[in-house]
Structure formats: C-alpha cells, structure tokens
C-alpha cells in the first residue's frame, strides 16, 4: 500500500498551496488529510468518504477544500487564504475498506510566513 503526497511548499500568508495524493495497494472507503504542527497532536485537517461526504476542521472550513474522486484513489487538498497557524506536516491518509485500517503517507511541510 502506498500513498505518493505532492505538493506543499512555503508561502505568504494570505496566499493558497494544493497538496495531492494518489493511493494504489487498497479500495478506500475515505481519503483525507491530517497535519501535524511542531509539539502538537497530528490532527484532522478534511476528508472525503466514497459517498463523496466531506467533514473538515472548524479551523480550515471554508478556507480548504477537499476533493477526490475517491474511486480514482485520488484526493487534493486545495488551501486558500493560508495562516501562519496552518504550518504543519501534512499527511495524506486513507482508510481501507473492509479491515478499516489506516494508511498514512511519508508527509509534506507546509510553511505559511506572516
């Protein structure tokens, strides 16, 4: 199983990124993504379900969009009108379906500078 992030990078605040991820090795009932800043508990950034669902943060809502399709094992993560409090690792994640294991990718750094 294997989910390849791309994307991320540095950017002023107030300016947009797009992370994407491609999964392979498992069907997935949901893709999403959860980021990580320094001395924090990794948390749930937005995530898309197989019936197209979404859920985000209270944080990113309207700000970051999630998209998929998830029956193409894809899923983006579009950031607008990023904050310096959105720095962070980020991680693309996937839930199998079936075993409802999870499955993380390696992790990209997004940095937002005031």
């Known amino acids: 199983v294997q989910l390849q992030a791309s994307g991320g990078g540095s950017v002023q605040a107030g300016g947009s990124l797009n992370l994407s991820c491609a999964a392979s090795?498992?069907?997935?009932?949901?893709l999403g993504w959860y980021r990580q800043a320094p001395g924090k508990q990794r948390e749930l950034v937005g995530i898309?379900?197989?019936?197209?669902?979404?859920e985000y943060a209270d944080s990113v809502k309207g700000r970051f969009t999630v998209s998929g399709p998830t029956f193409k094992n894809t899923v983006s993560l579009q950031m607008n009108s990023l904050k310096v409090e959105d720095t962070a690792v980020y991680y693309c994640?996937?839930?199998?379906?079936?075993?409802?294991?999870?499955?993380w990718g390696q992790g990209t750094q997004v940095t937002v500078s005031s």
């Open positions: 994640y996937g839930r199998a379906v079936v075993s409802n294991k999870n499955f």
């Open positions: 898309i379900f197989s019936d197209d669902s979404v």
């Open positions: 090795g498992r069907i997935f009932s949901a």
